[in-house]
């Protein structure tokens, strides 16, 4: 075999990969926003054969030897082609573990399992959900063996979703929040508490969907390559990086959820949006860890969103929508309401101070269910006195409970640690920002250009061309916890006053 002929062959054998996977992506899409409630068992059958395609595709020993040969053909080689091999080697490996009939029978449980969550959530029975749970945490255990047996198993998952990352490491890191943060919430709690009760007055969600729209064009995001649905858990899927789809869910009675939702999902797509478009159809496309991508939602949705100038730039056109709801706020008001400090229930409504805890406490469920110490049927019992234990609030039903999140249905175990550290990745990656440019003059007349490109010149381009490590680096320096912790303590000891 020639070089030349081996590229259009690996060049070839991505295309397919991708199709495979944008079928399986767009019956995903069309299940959890528009298809029938009762219609999962046909997506299921078409998912499952899709993935024993896929894993018959990929796990051919002729794409071994196809690799391997690469491998020894480094010097004629791009960068590009390089890290397509490196990576392409990595998942095959891995594939190559996993039994075909295993892989389609949990391509066919994880679209199961979706739909159980939504009836169990819906219901707020845990015991619905608990069957399929236990598989897929079964499923979990046997593919962390496949991965890397020469890890403890939860480290194996982690390393799926921020390569590198270890218990050890997050056990640090949430160590250094615990010790820094506690004390300050346990100030506020003793402090008058903001008043937001305007943000849950009755918005017309025709109207909160204009807003979305005006929020996405103040983001810069190209309606012409990004759409926005509605779902029950909202999420970003990626395409290509010219085809990008958003997701949010409206709440009548709560104007922040879904305004927030909206800038988050949106920094997942201005990411995936800005990866180089020559990476398309390749191992390349999309962003390159889950903690870098988290790093990006969080950036959007905290550190720009809740800030005062970019609250200040669109009040206007929100009072605009809502000119009764709101008719006596101003936008200090809003900026006040929506960073509002208070220990509550769900993840995606938690405010910047204590949404850590509640990552702490599926990390800790995680470990505990993957290292074989807990089992799931006393998932609620032990999520229910960990939410008493760290924030001081009691779960009332599964549904604001154990239910809440869509993560464990799709199998996605060792992800939830992600959004913690995005957080503060988001956080060094302001401060070296503010260094380098002025920030916040453009962010209080509406205009983000400057913001994106900065993190598209620094992170978006790059996909997956680098390690996750490579691009927290060139974006951060080295990764420091305190700046986040530092930044938290100076925002909220000044929004409540505290000394």
């Known amino acids: 075999m020639d070089l030349q002929t081996a590229l259009q062959q690996l060049e ?6 991708y199709a495979y996977r944008t079928a399986s992506s767009a019956l995903y899409l069309d299940g959890v926003t528009v298809a029938p409630r009762d219609t999962a068992e046909g997506r299921g059958v078409a998912l499952g054969i899709l993935a024993g395609e896929e894993h018959k595709l990929f796990s051919d020993p002729q794409v071994g030897a196809l690799l391997t040969f690469l491998e020894g053909e480094t010097t004629g080689l791009t960068p590009e082609q390089a890290r397509q091999v490196q990576l392409l080697r990595r998942g095959y490996d891995q594939l190559s573990r ?7 029978e949990y391509a066919q449980l994880t679209n199961q399992a979706s739909d159980v969550w939504h009836r169990a959530k819906e219901a707020s029975d845990f015991a619905l959900f608990r069957p399929v749970l236990e598989r897929l945490v079964a499923f979990q255990k046997k593919f962390a063996g496949y991965f890397d047996s020469t890890k403890a198993p939860y480290d194996a998952l982690l390393n799926e979703y921020e390569r590198g990352m270890t218990m050890e490491k ?12 506690v004390p300050v919430i346990r100030e506020i709690a003793g402090r ?4 937001d009760s305007f943000l849950h007055r009755s918005f017309p969600v025709e109207q909160q969907r204009k807003l979305s729209d005006y929020l996405m064009e103040v983001l810069g995001l190209d309606r012409a390559h990004c759409a926005i649905g509605e779902t029950e858990h909202p999420f970003t899927l990626n395409f290509t990086s010219q085809d990008v789809r958003i997701t949010t869910n409206y709440k009548e009675h709560d104007l922040a959820d879904s305004m927030y ?3 988050h999902e949106g920094g997942h797509a201005l990411y995936e949006l800005g990866v180089n478009p020559a990476y398309d159809y390749n191992c390349l496309a999309g962003g390159v860890s889950m903690g870098v991508h988290e790093s990006q939602s969080r950036f959007y949705e905290n550190l720009i969103g809740r800030s005062l100038p970019f609250i200040r730039a669109v009040f206007p056109r929100i009072r605009e929508l809502f000119p009764q709801q709101l008719e006596n706020v101003t936008a200090e008001d809003f900026y006040r309401a929506v960073n509002k400090a208070q220990p509550s229930l769900i993840r995606t409504e938690a405010d910047e101070l204590t949404y850590c805890f509640h990552v702490m406490i599926r990390y800790e469920i995680e470990k505990q269910l993957i290292g074989g110490t807990l089992e799931v049927k006393d998932i609620p019992q032990v999520w229910n006195a960990l939410y008493r234990d760290y924030l001081g609030v009691e779960v009332p039903d599964d549904r604001r409970g154990c239910l809440q999140d869509s993560h464990w249905s799709g199998g996605s175990f060792g992800y939830f640690p992600s959004y913690a550290l995005g957080s503060a990745y988001g956080v060094q990656m302001l401060r070296n920002m503010e260094r380098e440019m002025d920030v916040w003059g453009p962010v209080g007349r509406g205009d983000l250009s400057a913001v994106t490109g900065w993190l598209r010149d620094r992170i978006h381009r790059y996909g997956c061309l680098l390690e996750p490590g490579e691009v927290v680096e060139r974006a951060c320096g080295p990764f420091d916890p305190t700046v986040y912790t530092d930044y938290l303590e100076d925002k909220y000891r000044r929004l409540y006053g505290l000394k």
């Open 261 to 263: 939702s909206v800038i």
């Open 192 to 195: 008058p508490q903001i008043d």
């Open 170 to 181: 997050l056990d640090r890191f949430f160590g250094v929040l615990r010790e820094r943060l």
């Open 98 to 104: 996993i039994p075909a009939g295993e892989y389609m």
């Open 12 to 17: 070839a054998l991505q295309q397919k990969q």
